[in-house]
Protein backbone atom coordinates (compact mmCIF):
# COMPACT_ATOMS: atom_id res chain seq x y z
CA UNK A 1 0.00 0.00 0.00
CA UNK A 2 1.08 3.50 -0.63
CA UNK A 3 1.98 5.50 2.16
CA UNK A 4 2.02 9.50 1.64
CA UNK A 5 1.65 10.23 5.37
CA UNK A 6 4.92 12.00 6.39
CA UNK A 7 6.35 11.61 9.61
CA UNK A 8 6.67 14.37 12.32
CA UNK A 9 10.73 14.97 11.54
CA UNK A 10 10.16 15.35 7.56
CA UNK A 11 7.36 17.58 8.26
CA UNK A 12 9.64 19.84 10.94
CA UNK A 13 12.31 19.62 8.10
CA UNK A 14 10.39 20.97 5.50
CA UNK A 15 9.69 23.83 8.23
CA UNK A 16 13.24 24.41 8.91
CA UNK A 17 13.81 24.55 4.94
CA UNK A 18 11.12 26.70 4.27
CA UNK A 19 11.69 29.52 6.75
CA UNK A 20 15.90 29.29 5.88
CA UNK A 21 14.80 29.77 2.11
CA UNK A 22 12.41 32.48 2.45
CA UNK A 23 14.87 34.49 5.40
CA UNK A 24 18.03 33.90 3.83
CA UNK A 25 17.91 32.84 0.54
CA UNK A 26 15.05 35.06 -1.11
CA UNK A 27 16.86 38.09 -0.05
CA UNK A 28 19.20 37.47 -2.36
CA UNK A 29 17.30 36.94 -5.53
CA UNK A 30 18.56 40.12 -7.04
CA UNK A 31 22.27 40.23 -6.53
CA UNK A 32 23.71 41.16 -9.68
CA UNK A 33 26.40 38.17 -10.28
CA UNK A 34 23.81 35.86 -11.85
CA UNK A 35 24.66 36.82 -15.65
CA UNK A 36 25.10 35.35 -18.24
CA UNK A 37 24.91 32.55 -15.30
CA UNK A 38 25.15 32.30 -11.41
CA UNK A 39 28.86 33.20 -10.37
CA UNK A 40 30.87 30.67 -8.15
CA UNK A 41 31.30 33.06 -5.61
CA UNK A 42 27.11 33.62 -5.35
CA UNK A 43 26.84 29.67 -5.49
CA UNK A 44 29.87 29.78 -2.46
CA UNK A 45 27.84 32.09 -0.25
CA UNK A 46 24.71 30.41 -0.64
CA UNK A 47 26.52 27.28 0.12
CA UNK A 48 27.56 28.87 3.32
CA UNK A 49 24.21 29.77 4.28
CA UNK A 50 23.24 26.25 3.93
CA UNK A 51 25.83 24.57 5.99
CA UNK A 52 25.42 27.30 8.85
CA UNK A 53 21.44 26.64 8.88
CA UNK A 54 22.39 22.53 8.84
CA UNK A 55 20.82 22.27 5.49
CA UNK A 56 23.55 21.33 3.15
CA UNK A 57 23.43 18.18 0.59
CA UNK A 58 20.14 16.36 1.96
CA UNK A 59 20.68 13.94 -0.18
CA UNK A 60 23.45 12.73 0.47
CA UNK A 61 24.56 9.51 2.99
CA UNK A 62 25.01 10.37 6.08
CA UNK A 63 28.42 8.85 6.13
CA UNK A 64 29.88 11.38 3.70
CA UNK A 65 28.21 14.29 5.54
CA UNK A 66 24.42 14.69 3.94
CA UNK A 67 21.33 14.71 5.79
CA UNK A 68 21.02 10.83 4.44
CA UNK A 69 16.90 11.30 3.30
CA UNK A 70 14.87 8.70 1.64
CA UNK A 71 13.58 9.47 -1.93
CA UNK A 72 9.72 10.17 -0.03
CA UNK A 73 12.36 13.01 1.95
CA UNK A 74 13.90 14.02 -0.84
CA UNK A 75 10.65 15.02 -2.72
CA UNK A 76 9.22 16.99 0.17
CA UNK A 77 12.53 18.97 0.95
CA UNK A 78 13.95 19.47 -2.69
CA UNK A 79 9.94 21.26 -3.45
CA UNK A 80 10.82 23.61 -0.34
CA UNK A 81 14.14 24.38 -1.29
CA UNK A 82 13.47 25.37 -4.95
CA UNK A 83 10.76 27.95 -3.23
CA UNK A 84 13.70 30.39 -4.96
CA UNK A 85 15.46 29.55 -7.86
CA UNK A 86 18.37 30.09 -6.05
CA UNK A 87 17.51 27.27 -3.32
CA UNK A 88 18.73 23.97 -4.45
CA UNK A 89 22.40 26.35 -4.46
CA UNK A 90 21.61 26.77 -1.13
CA UNK A 91 21.18 23.13 0.13
CA UNK A 92 24.01 21.47 -2.60
CA UNK A 93 21.40 19.95 -4.57
CA UNK A 94 21.40 21.37 -8.22
CA UNK A 95 22.27 19.23 -11.26
CA UNK A 96 24.42 17.50 -12.38
CA UNK A 97 26.29 17.37 -8.99
CA UNK A 98 23.16 15.81 -6.94
CA UNK A 99 22.83 12.96 -9.52
CA UNK A 100 26.80 12.97 -9.82
CA UNK A 101 26.75 12.02 -6.09
CA UNK A 102 23.97 8.89 -6.67
CA UNK A 103 26.11 7.71 -9.28
CA UNK A 104 29.33 7.93 -7.71
CA UNK A 105 27.89 6.02 -4.48
CA UNK A 106 26.02 3.15 -6.54
CA UNK A 107 29.07 2.83 -9.34
CA UNK A 108 32.68 4.69 -8.11
CA UNK A 109 35.47 2.50 -6.49
CA UNK A 110 36.22 2.79 -2.67
CA UNK A 111 39.20 4.98 -3.52
CA UNK A 112 37.01 7.32 -5.83
CA UNK A 113 34.25 7.85 -2.79
CA UNK A 114 36.46 8.67 0.09
CA UNK A 115 38.13 10.76 -2.31
CA UNK A 116 35.17 12.52 -3.96
CA UNK A 117 32.21 12.67 -2.24
CA UNK A 118 33.35 14.22 1.04
CA UNK A 119 34.04 17.65 -0.83
CA UNK A 120 30.94 17.25 -3.09
CA UNK A 121 28.61 17.04 -0.53
CA UNK A 122 30.10 19.59 1.36
CA UNK A 123 29.73 21.47 -1.95
CA UNK A 124 33.32 22.69 -2.43
CA UNK A 125 33.89 20.61 -5.71
CA UNK A 126 31.45 20.81 -8.79
CA UNK A 127 31.39 18.23 -10.78
CA UNK A 128 30.34 18.11 -15.24
CA UNK A 129 28.57 15.49 -17.22
CA UNK A 130 29.90 14.98 -20.33
CA UNK A 131 27.38 13.15 -22.80
CA UNK A 132 25.83 15.14 -25.53
CA UNK A 133 27.81 15.93 -28.60
CA UNK A 134 27.60 18.68 -31.29
CA UNK A 135 24.95 20.17 -32.36
CA UNK A 136 24.34 18.05 -35.37
CA UNK A 137 26.12 15.18 -35.60
CA UNK A 138 26.75 12.74 -32.46
CA UNK A 139 24.97 11.99 -29.14
CA UNK A 140 22.36 13.85 -28.52
CA UNK A 141 18.28 12.39 -27.80
CA UNK A 142 19.68 8.96 -29.89
CA UNK A 143 23.47 8.33 -27.51
CA UNK A 144 24.37 5.57 -29.30
CA UNK A 145 25.48 7.90 -32.21
CA UNK A 146 28.17 8.45 -29.53
CA UNK A 147 31.14 9.38 -30.87
CA UNK A 148 33.92 10.53 -28.97
CA UNK A 149 36.42 7.75 -28.36
CA UNK A 150 38.83 6.51 -25.27
CA UNK A 151 41.38 4.69 -27.47
CA UNK A 152 43.19 2.23 -24.68
CA UNK A 153 46.83 1.79 -24.94
CA UNK A 154 49.74 0.21 -22.50
CA UNK A 155 49.14 3.04 -20.08
CA UNK A 156 45.35 3.55 -19.64
CA UNK A 157 43.12 5.67 -22.86
CA UNK A 158 43.64 8.51 -24.79
CA UNK A 159 39.90 10.48 -25.40
CA UNK A 160 39.29 12.23 -28.14
CA UNK A 161 36.38 14.01 -29.55
CA UNK A 162 33.96 16.98 -28.97
CA UNK A 163 30.91 17.42 -26.07
CA UNK A 164 28.21 20.17 -26.84
CA UNK A 165 26.15 21.76 -23.69
CA UNK A 166 28.21 20.67 -21.40
CA UNK A 167 27.06 22.38 -17.90
CA UNK A 168 28.73 23.99 -15.36
CA UNK A 169 32.32 23.56 -16.73
CA UNK A 170 33.66 26.96 -15.31
CA UNK A 171 34.54 26.40 -11.82
CA UNK A 172 34.02 22.40 -12.00
CA UNK A 173 36.69 20.43 -10.62
CA UNK A 174 36.25 16.82 -12.12
CA UNK A 175 34.22 16.50 -15.64
CA UNK A 176 32.57 12.32 -16.08
CA UNK A 177 32.86 11.76 -20.00
CA UNK A 178 31.20 9.28 -21.53
CA UNK A 179 33.61 7.79 -24.67
CA UNK A 180 33.14 5.14 -26.67
CA UNK A 181 36.14 2.61 -25.75
CA UNK A 182 38.03 0.72 -27.93
CA UNK A 183 40.99 -1.54 -26.87
CA UNK A 184 44.71 -1.82 -28.57
CA UNK A 185 43.36 -3.94 -31.42
CA UNK A 186 40.15 -1.42 -31.94
CA UNK A 187 37.74 -3.65 -31.32
CA UNK A 188 34.58 -1.58 -29.60
CA UNK A 189 34.18 -2.85 -26.34
CA UNK A 190 31.05 -0.02 -25.70
CA UNK A 191 30.49 3.44 -23.84
CA UNK A 192 32.50 3.84 -20.66
CA UNK A 193 32.86 6.80 -17.86
CA UNK A 194 35.62 8.35 -17.33
CA UNK A 195 37.05 11.19 -14.67
CA UNK A 196 38.83 13.81 -16.52
CA UNK A 197 40.31 16.52 -14.73
CA UNK A 198 39.78 20.01 -16.07
CA UNK A 199 43.44 20.82 -16.64
CA UNK A 200 44.06 17.87 -18.27
CA UNK A 201 46.40 18.43 -20.91
CA UNK A 202 44.33 18.22 -24.49
CA UNK A 203 41.68 19.25 -22.78
CA UNK A 204 40.22 22.58 -23.93
CA UNK A 205 36.91 24.95 -22.86
CA UNK A 206 36.57 25.91 -26.73
CA UNK A 207 33.21 28.52 -26.30
CA UNK A 208 30.88 29.19 -23.90
CA UNK A 209 27.15 29.44 -25.45
CA UNK A 210 25.08 32.19 -24.77
CA UNK A 211 21.55 30.25 -23.63
CA UNK A 212 17.84 31.49 -22.31
CA UNK A 213 18.18 30.08 -18.64
CA UNK A 214 20.47 31.53 -16.07
CA UNK A 215 20.68 29.56 -13.33
CA UNK A 216 23.85 27.11 -13.84
CA UNK A 217 26.79 27.97 -12.48
CA UNK A 218 29.43 27.40 -14.70
CA UNK A 219 27.40 28.07 -17.80
CA UNK A 220 26.92 26.04 -20.30
CA UNK A 221 29.85 24.77 -22.78
CA UNK A 222 31.00 23.25 -26.11
CA UNK A 223 34.43 21.60 -25.44
CA UNK A 224 36.95 19.43 -27.17
CA UNK A 225 39.20 16.24 -26.14
CA UNK A 226 43.00 16.04 -28.09
CA UNK A 227 44.42 12.74 -26.94
CA UNK A 228 43.21 13.18 -23.78
CA UNK A 229 45.27 11.06 -21.35
CA UNK A 230 43.44 9.04 -18.66
CA UNK A 231 44.72 6.31 -16.61
CA UNK A 232 43.04 2.87 -15.67
CA UNK A 233 42.05 3.91 -12.26
CA UNK A 234 39.77 7.10 -13.89
CA UNK A 235 37.67 4.78 -15.44
CA UNK A 236 34.08 5.52 -13.04
CA UNK A 237 32.59 1.78 -12.95
CA UNK A 238 33.14 -0.70 -15.46
CA UNK A 239 34.13 -0.52 -19.17
CA UNK A 240 31.74 -0.73 -22.10
CA UNK A 241 28.94 -0.33 -19.19
CA UNK A 242 28.41 3.37 -19.61
CA UNK A 243 24.91 3.58 -20.80
CA UNK A 244 23.52 0.92 -18.27
CA UNK A 245 25.61 3.46 -15.64
CA UNK A 246 23.62 6.76 -16.83
CA UNK A 247 20.70 4.50 -16.70
CA UNK A 248 21.09 4.21 -12.63
CA UNK A 249 22.01 7.85 -12.48
CA UNK A 250 18.71 9.46 -14.90
CA UNK A 251 15.57 7.46 -13.20
CA UNK A 252 16.24 9.63 -10.03
CA UNK A 253 18.02 12.40 -11.33
CA UNK A 254 15.02 12.74 -13.67
CA UNK A 255 12.84 12.86 -10.93
CA UNK A 256 14.76 15.33 -8.63
CA UNK A 257 14.16 17.95 -11.59
CA UNK A 258 10.80 17.32 -11.21
CA UNK A 259 10.79 18.42 -7.64
CA UNK A 260 13.20 21.75 -8.22
CA UNK A 261 11.29 22.91 -11.03
CA UNK A 262 7.43 22.08 -8.95
CA UNK A 263 8.87 24.28 -5.57
CA UNK A 264 9.62 27.01 -8.39
CA UNK A 265 6.22 26.68 -10.30
CA UNK A 266 4.22 26.76 -6.91
CA UNK A 267 6.49 30.13 -6.21
CA UNK A 268 5.03 31.69 -9.48
CA UNK A 269 1.60 30.42 -8.71
CA UNK A 270 1.44 31.49 -5.56
CA UNK A 271 2.15 35.21 -6.84
CA UNK A 272 -0.23 35.18 -9.41
CA UNK A 273 -2.99 34.38 -6.92
CA UNK A 274 -1.44 37.32 -4.95
CA UNK A 275 -1.57 39.20 -7.98
CA UNK A 276 -5.39 38.12 -9.36
CA UNK A 277 -6.60 39.18 -5.84
CA UNK A 278 -5.47 42.76 -5.47
CA UNK A 279 -5.50 43.86 -9.26
CA UNK A 280 -8.85 45.33 -10.87
CA UNK A 281 -9.84 45.05 -14.07
CA UNK A 282 -13.57 46.22 -15.51
CA UNK A 283 -14.51 46.77 -12.13
CA UNK A 284 -13.50 43.38 -9.94
CA UNK A 285 -10.38 41.71 -9.42
CA UNK A 286 -8.56 40.16 -11.94
CA UNK A 287 -9.14 36.67 -9.89
CA UNK A 288 -13.24 37.26 -10.10
CA UNK A 289 -13.29 37.08 -13.69
CA UNK A 290 -14.22 33.33 -14.93
CA UNK A 291 -10.69 33.82 -17.63
CA UNK A 292 -8.54 33.91 -14.71
CA UNK A 293 -9.83 32.29 -12.17
CA UNK A 294 -10.02 28.83 -14.22
CA UNK A 295 -6.22 29.57 -15.03
CA UNK A 296 -5.53 29.88 -11.36
CA UNK A 297 -7.71 26.90 -11.09
CA UNK A 298 -5.96 25.07 -13.88
CA UNK A 299 -2.43 25.46 -11.94
CA UNK A 300 -3.75 24.26 -8.48
CA UNK A 301 -4.96 20.86 -10.38
CA UNK A 302 -1.61 20.48 -12.22
CA UNK A 303 0.46 21.05 -9.38
CA UNK A 304 -1.39 18.46 -7.64
CA UNK A 305 -0.87 16.04 -9.95
CA UNK A 306 2.56 16.43 -10.44
CA UNK A 307 3.61 15.90 -6.78
CA UNK A 308 1.29 13.20 -7.04
CA UNK A 309 2.89 11.42 -9.86
CA UNK A 310 6.64 12.74 -8.10
CA UNK A 311 5.51 11.15 -5.01
CA UNK A 312 4.52 8.05 -6.00
CA UNK A 313 7.59 7.69 -8.16
CA UNK A 314 9.71 8.58 -5.11
CA UNK A 315 8.18 5.64 -2.83
CA UNK A 316 8.68 2.98 -5.90
CA UNK A 317 12.35 4.20 -5.62
CA UNK A 318 12.12 3.83 -1.73
CA UNK A 319 10.74 0.15 -2.56
CA UNK A 320 14.11 -0.48 -4.52
CA UNK A 321 12.47 -0.67 -8.12
CA UNK A 322 14.07 1.24 -10.98
CA UNK A 323 10.54 2.85 -11.93
CA UNK A 324 12.25 3.79 -15.35
CA UNK A 325 8.80 4.01 -16.87
CA UNK A 326 7.49 5.93 -14.45
CA UNK A 327 9.72 8.47 -13.91
CA UNK A 328 9.97 8.80 -17.54
CA UNK A 329 6.14 9.74 -17.56
CA UNK A 330 6.63 11.58 -14.49
CA UNK A 331 9.24 13.26 -16.31
CA UNK A 332 7.05 14.33 -19.63
CA UNK A 333 3.98 15.05 -17.18
CA UNK A 334 5.58 17.43 -15.11
CA UNK A 335 7.85 19.14 -17.17
CA UNK A 336 4.88 19.99 -19.89
CA UNK A 337 2.04 20.48 -16.97
CA UNK A 338 5.04 22.87 -14.94
CA UNK A 339 6.00 25.10 -18.27
CA UNK A 340 2.01 25.46 -18.73
CA UNK A 341 1.53 26.71 -15.13
CA UNK A 342 4.21 29.37 -15.46
CA UNK A 343 3.28 30.29 -18.57
CA UNK A 344 -0.51 31.12 -16.87
CA UNK A 345 1.15 32.80 -14.19
CA UNK A 346 2.76 35.19 -16.61
CA UNK A 347 -0.19 35.95 -18.59
CA UNK A 348 -1.79 36.66 -15.94
CA UNK A 349 1.05 39.02 -13.91
CA UNK A 350 0.19 40.92 -17.58
CA UNK A 351 3.35 43.58 -18.35
CA UNK A 352 5.01 42.41 -15.10
CA UNK A 353 5.41 39.09 -15.66
CA UNK A 354 7.82 40.09 -17.86
CA UNK A 355 9.95 42.02 -16.10
CA UNK A 356 12.81 40.74 -13.41
CA UNK A 357 10.74 42.47 -10.63
CA UNK A 358 9.43 38.89 -10.27
CA UNK A 359 11.15 35.27 -10.07
CA UNK A 360 8.25 34.60 -12.83
CA UNK A 361 10.39 35.60 -15.79
CA UNK A 362 13.38 33.83 -14.84
CA UNK A 363 11.65 30.96 -14.43
CA UNK A 364 10.01 31.04 -17.53
CA UNK A 365 13.40 31.26 -19.70
CA UNK A 366 14.67 28.60 -17.68
CA UNK A 367 12.08 25.75 -16.91
CA UNK A 368 11.72 25.83 -20.95
CA UNK A 369 15.13 24.01 -20.93
CA UNK A 370 13.51 21.25 -19.24
CA UNK A 371 11.35 19.66 -22.03
CA UNK A 372 14.70 19.11 -23.29
CA UNK A 373 17.37 17.53 -21.17
CA UNK A 374 17.00 13.77 -19.44
CA UNK A 375 15.35 13.24 -22.60
CA UNK A 376 13.05 15.25 -24.98
CA UNK A 377 9.19 14.43 -24.22
CA UNK A 378 9.26 13.32 -27.91
CA UNK A 379 11.72 10.86 -26.63
CA UNK A 380 10.42 9.39 -23.76
CA UNK A 381 6.69 9.40 -25.78
CA UNK A 382 8.76 7.47 -28.43
CA UNK A 383 10.26 5.06 -25.72
CA UNK A 384 6.59 4.29 -24.09
CA UNK A 385 5.50 3.80 -28.15
CA UNK A 386 7.92 1.39 -28.36
CA UNK A 387 6.94 -0.61 -25.21
CA UNK A 388 3.64 -0.33 -26.44
CA UNK A 389 3.84 -1.95 -29.79
CA UNK A 390 6.17 -4.65 -28.69
CA UNK A 391 5.17 -8.15 -28.73
CA UNK A 392 6.94 -9.28 -25.72
CA UNK A 393 4.91 -6.40 -23.32
C1 LIG B 1 19.86 23.56 -20.31
C2 LIG B 1 20.49 22.29 -20.81
C3 LIG B 1 21.57 21.75 -20.11
C4 LIG B 1 22.19 20.59 -20.57
N1 LIG B 1 23.28 20.09 -19.89
C5 LIG B 1 23.90 18.98 -20.35
C6 LIG B 1 25.05 18.45 -19.68
O1 LIG B 1 25.49 18.97 -18.64
N2 LIG B 1 25.67 17.35 -20.20
C7 LIG B 1 25.23 16.73 -21.33
O2 LIG B 1 25.81 15.75 -21.74
N3 LIG B 1 24.14 17.22 -22.01
C8 LIG B 1 23.49 18.32 -21.56
N4 LIG B 1 22.40 18.84 -22.22
C9 LIG B 1 22.04 18.25 -23.50
C10 LIG B 1 20.78 17.40 -23.45
O3 LIG B 1 21.02 16.21 -22.78
C11 LIG B 1 20.35 17.22 -24.92
O4 LIG B 1 19.90 18.49 -25.36
C12 LIG B 1 19.27 16.20 -25.11
O5 LIG B 1 19.73 14.90 -24.87
C13 LIG B 1 18.75 16.24 -26.56
O6 LIG B 1 19.81 16.12 -27.47
P1 LIG B 1 20.01 17.21 -28.63
O7 LIG B 1 19.96 18.57 -28.00
O8 LIG B 1 21.22 16.85 -29.38
O9 LIG B 1 18.71 17.09 -29.53
P2 LIG B 1 18.54 16.15 -30.80
O10 LIG B 1 18.97 14.77 -30.52
O11 LIG B 1 19.15 16.85 -31.97
O12 LIG B 1 16.96 16.19 -30.94
C14 LIG B 1 16.31 17.42 -31.31
C15 LIG B 1 14.81 17.28 -31.20
O13 LIG B 1 14.38 16.25 -32.10
C16 LIG B 1 13.25 15.61 -31.57
N5 LIG B 1 13.49 14.16 -31.52
C17 LIG B 1 14.65 13.50 -31.34
N6 LIG B 1 14.46 12.17 -31.34
C18 LIG B 1 13.14 11.97 -31.55
C19 LIG B 1 12.30 10.84 -31.64
N7 LIG B 1 12.78 9.59 -31.49
N8 LIG B 1 10.97 11.02 -31.85
C20 LIG B 1 10.47 12.27 -31.97
N9 LIG B 1 11.21 13.38 -31.87
C21 LIG B 1 12.52 13.24 -31.67
C22 LIG B 1 12.99 16.18 -30.18
O14 LIG B 1 11.99 17.18 -30.27
C23 LIG B 1 14.32 16.82 -29.83
O15 LIG B 1 14.17 17.92 -28.91
C24 LIG B 1 21.73 19.97 -21.76
C25 LIG B 1 20.64 20.52 -22.45
C26 LIG B 1 20.02 21.66 -21.99
C27 LIG B 1 18.86 22.21 -22.77
Not at 251 to 270: I, K, N, S, Y
Not at 314 to 321: K, T
Amino acid sequence: MIDFELPQELVELRERVTEFIKTKVVPLENDPRQHPHIEESLRQELVALGREAGLLSPHAPKEYGGLGLDHRGIAVVFEAASYSPLGHLALNIQAPDEGNVNLLMRVASPEQKARLLPPLVRGELRTVFSMTETATDGAGADPSLLQTVAQQDKDGYLITGRKYMISGVTGAGINIVMARTLDVHGQDLGASMFFVDMDAPGFSCDRELHTLDSNTPGGHWEVSFDKVRVTPDQVLGEVGRGFAQAQIRLAPARLTHCMRWLGQAVRCHEIAVEHARKRHSFGKTLGEHQGVGFMLADNEIELHMCRLSIWHCAWLLDQHEQARNETSMAKVFCSEALGRVVDRCMQILGSIGITSDTVVERVYRDIRCFRIYDGPSEVHRHALARRLMSPRR
